[in-house]
Nanobody, 126 residues
Framework: QVQLVESGGGLVQAGGSLRLSCAAS????????MAWFRQAPGKEREFVAG????????YYEDSVKGRFTISKDNAKNTVYLQMTSLKPEDTAVYSC???????????????????WGQGTQVTVSA
């Protein structure tokens, strides 16, 4: 029912910036919990940032606090991840996820999300 399409990934030097976009269709976007996850080769899938049940509260993985910002534009049905001061360890496939029923204590659990985008590659060179 819900489709998510990410864009904005690419290659950037350390210290640079990228903005990822996740365009959503279907569902009631304004009331969904939206999140970004990432997975690097050889590592577990990791929660990056989320907006719980439409906001305004946002949540971040510790290593990206102060560098990444999650936001959304309800009029455009789009969630963004603004990434600044990028580091090589940020290199990963970034995926957008959505849930209509997730509870706050499960926000970081990828298995609890109902819908996923295809992922977009972010590569940060040293």
């Amino acid at each position: 029912q819900v489709q998510l399409v990410e864009s904005g990934g690419g290659l950037v030097q350390a210290g640079g910036s990228l903005r990822l976009s996740c365009a959503a269709s279907g569902g009631t976007f304004s009331r969904y919990t939206m999140a970004w996850f990432r997975q690097a080769p050889g590592k577990e899938r990791e929660f990056v940032a989320g907006i719980f049940r439409g906001g305004p509260n946002t949540y971040y993985e510790d290593s990206v606090k102060g560098r990444f910002t999650i936001s959304k534009d309800n009029a455009k049905n789009t969630v963004y991840l603004q990434m600044t001061s990028l580091k090589p360890e940020d290199t990963a496939v970034y995926s957008c996820a959505a849930s209509s029923t997730i509870i706050l204590s499960s926000l970081r659990s990828f298995s609890m999300y109902d819908y996923w985008g295809q992922g977009t590659q972010v590569t940060v060179s040293a």
